[in-house]
């Protein structure tokens, strides 16, 4: 992945190694606002197939066969949904909308406006929910999580799903497995930290939101021009009692995600799958999802 922040040079003279530093170091950091440029970034071969469930899914025969005079196919398998493509060299922009599965979350994003954010060069990390994922999260309430008036409480949902900086699987094992805690604060653009850490039964990647609601991979760290992309198998909602932290808490709580001993709580995520390859999918169930207490008022209307 390409470096996207200015390169800058400093005569190294006495007097100006520490504004030279204090440069080099706001460097390291900085995001672009701008929107990338597709076609001034690196080609490349690399490409990853995402999956598609939600014809199969929301399938239901039309007709009997004695009732279709005519012969026409009418099956989960003639009209099966295919596999849409994901190229590393194209950024989120360009691979979100065209997969199936990611319908209802771009939707979202647009609704939201953090569509914009992620057509910037970045770097981010994705981690998309399926619409099976936030159709049963929405079913409770009448669709009203895309509402108007409740576009502010989607805002917060989404936004906790996309995290700054870029983050491989590897890289995500690795800070890991060096953290005391064995997990690692991720900064999102809600403002409140998303935690990583390995379950060590199976190896997997799990998410948490420090407040007892976990996910597993589905889609594993594809790799975009302007950051990663996963799919999560289950919804995680920002912990309501936590509010934004400014970087300087973040970086102090973090390490306190899981449990005060430092050892990741029990996943109650099933069935277990061993972790995919990076780009593959893994198959699996979801987290019973809970209603926000705002949407819970008004499906009991």
Request: charged fraction near 15%; aromatic fraction near 6%; charge should be positive.
């Amino acid at each position: 992945m390409w470096h996207r922040c200015a390169q800058v040079r400093t005569p190294l003279k006495p007097t100006l190694l520490a504004p030279a530093f204090l440069a080099l170091t706001a460097l390291a950091g900085c995001q672009s606002q701008a929107r990338q440029d597709p076609y001034v970034t690196p080609t490349s071969t690399c490409s990853y197939m995402l999956p598609t469930v939600s014809g199969e899914r929301t399938y239901a025969p039309g007709k009997t066969a004695a009732e279709n005079q005519k012969g026409i196919p009418d099956s989960a398998i003639a009209y099966a949904d295919p596999e849409s493509p994901a190229f590393c060299d194209r950024p989120l922009s360009d691979t979100l909308p065209t997969a199936i599965e990611m319908a209802n979350y771009v939707h979202g994003l647009n609704t939201t406006g953090l569509f914009g954010t992620i057509q910037q060069s970045g770097p981010y990390t994705v981690f998309g929910i399926p619409n099976a994922v936030l159709e049963n999260y929405q079913t409770p309430t009448g669709s009203k999580l895309n509402v108007p008036e409740n576009a502010a409480l989607l805002r917060d949902i989404l936004s906790y799903s996309i995290v700054k900086g870029e983050w491989s699987v590897d890289q995500l094992r690795v800070a890991a497995q060096a953290s005391p805690t064995h997990s690692v604060g991720l900064p999102t653009l809600n403002g409140r930290i998303l935690s990583a850490w390995i379950d060590q039964p199976t190896g997997q990647i799990i998410l948490g939101n420090g407040a007892g609601m976990t996910t597993r991979l589905w889609v594993t760290g594809i790799p975009q021009s302007n950051g990663r992309l996963y799919f999560t198998q289950s919804l995680l909602l920002p912990p309501a009692n936590d509010p934004p932290l400014t970087i300087a808490k973040r970086a102090t709580q973090a390490v306190r995600a899981d449990t005060p001993k430092g050892i990741p709580a029990p996943v109650a995520v099933t069935p277990v799958v061993p972790q995919p390859i990076p780009g593959h999918r893994a198959t699996g169930g979801a987290n019973p999802l809970a209603t926000p207490p705002v949407l819970q008022n008004s499906a009991t209307r």
